[in-house]
């Protein structure tokens, strides 16, 4: 279910999350989306061998929860995502359930704006993005 927080009704330190457990279903399909083909994602052989030593998700991946959370919970719908700062701080690997949540940090009233920390991090709570968005609400 989508919500749709009207802009008067949000204040600054509101907070939403998800979790989803990321598969090897959704890394192939963000490859065959976005057209990613980077070994360390999809290649289990090339992965051993590197710092990782296994495969993991895209970045990208993980941050698309943050669009998720801003465009059906909080804010909502009517939502227009205007910018995100990400700082990729650990690795997700298949199997990891991730939560992204994104807390208000600053309102803009006259620009119908607002700031969110956005963060992600894994089953273990570990954090393994962090950021800061940007969204106009209307």
């Given at each position: 279910?989508?919500?749709?927080?009207?802009?008067?009704?949000?204040?600054?330190?509101?907070?939403?999350?998800?979790?989803?457990?990321?598969?090897?279903?959704?890394?192939?399909?963000?490859?065959?989306?976005?057209g990613d083909f980077n070994p360390v994602h999809?290649?289990?052989?090339?992965?051993?061998?590197?710092?990782?030593?296994?495969?993991?998700?895209?970045?990208?991946?993980?941050?698309?929860?943050?669009?998720?959370?801003?465009?059906?919970?909080?804010?909502?719908?009517?939502?227009?995502?205007?910018?995100?700062?990400?700082?990729?701080?650990?690795?997700?690997?298949?199997?990891?359930?991730v939560t992204a949540t994104v807390e208000v940090?600053?309102?803009?009233?006259?620009?119908?704006?607002?700031?969110?920390?956005?963060?992600?991090?894994?089953?273990?709570?570990?954090?393994?993005?962090?950021?800061?968005?940007?969204?106009?609400?209307?």
């Amino acid at each position: 279910m989508v919500q749709d927080i009207p802009f008067a009704d949000i204040k600054i330190g509101d907070k939403a999350s998800m979790s989803k457990t990321v598969t090897e279903y959704d890394v192939y399909t963000f490859a065959g989306l976005t057209g990613d083909f980077n070994p360390v994602h999809v290649n289990a052989e090339f992965a051993k061998n590197t710092m990782f030593k296994e495969r993991i998700a895209h970045g990208m991946l993980s941050a698309g929860f943050i669009s998720a959370v801003l465009g059906t919970t909080l804010p909502g719908a009517n939502t227009i995502y205007l910018g995100q700062e990400l700082s990729f701080k650990a690795p997700v690997k298949i199997g990891d359930t991730v939560t992204a949540t994104v807390e208000v940090i600053e309102k803009i009233e006259e620009k119908h704006r607002l700031v969110f920390r956005t963060t992600v991090v894994n089953q273990e709570g570990t954090l393994v993005i962090d950021g800061k968005a940007t969204a106009l609400k209307k």
